[in-house]
Every structure is written in C-alpha cells, then in structure tokens.
Nanobody
Framework: QVQLVESGGGLVQAGGSLRLSCVASGRSFGMYAMGWFRQAPGKEREFVAAISWSGDTSDYVDSVKGRFTISRDNAKNTVYLQMNSLKPEDTAVYYC????????????????WGQGTQVTVSA
C-alpha cells in the first residue's frame, strides 16, 4: 500500500512563500519520479512540477517557472515544493503524485496520489 501525505499548505499574502512537503511510504521512494499537481475551484487538475528519481531532472508548468522549485530527499522519502512570489492565481489544492517510472518524461504515469493540501494566496 503506497501512501503519500502532504503538508505545508496555508494562507499567505501575495508575494509570500510556502514550502510543501510530501512524505511517501509503502514502496522504494528513491526509485520513482514524483510530481506536484494542483486543482483550483471549478478547474481541472493541472501539472505543476516533476522530478526524476535522482533529482537531476525536473520540469515545471510555464506559469510557475522561476518561482517554484521541486526537490527531493530520498533518505527521508520526501519531496518538496518551494513556492516563492506567490500570486492569487496559485490558490488551489496541491497534490503530491508518485510516478510508475524513474523518470517522468518517458513511459508510465502518475499512479499514486496524496489527499492534497490547501494553498490560499490573498491579494
């Protein structure tokens, strides 16, 4: 049984920062790519960022490039999302996701999902 538990969400003013964490259990965390997604009210879930198993490759949606940074600590089974210069349009529930492959740019898919953590950015 794979379990992903997010934390670190909250209410922040525009321009502020938050760091989300996702702790994984139940499988060999360090062997798989991980990602962050978000879903705003009334919108579909969208990709935010991804990181390969080793941490040497990452990708971001254009709207967060230069502001968000994804990282991981395989010794702690944890993936992070550092969010700086937050904007009201970043308001959403943020989900951690586990990939079925060591990289996110080849085959496979995001199979494992956390419960989500709310991020609210006030103007």
């Amino acid at each position: 049984q794979v379990q992903l538990v997010e934390s670190g969400g909250g209410l922040v003013q525009a321009g502020g920062s938050l760091r989300l964490s996702c702790v994984a259990s139940g499988r060999s965390f360090g062997m798989y790519a991980m990602g962050w997604f978000r879903q705003a009210p009334g919108k579909e879930r969208e990709f935010v960022a991804a990181i390969s198993w080793s941490g040497d490759t990452s990708d971001y949606v254009d709207s967060v490039k230069g502001r968000f940074t994804i990282s991981r600590d395989n010794a702690k089974n944890t993936v992070y999302l550092q969010m700086n210069s937050l904007k009201p349009e970043d308001t959403a529930v943020y989900y951690c996701a586990g990939h079925t492959s060591s990289t996110f740019y080849g085959g496979g898919s995001y199979k494992y999902w956390g419960q989500g953590t709310q991020v609210t950015v006030s103007a």
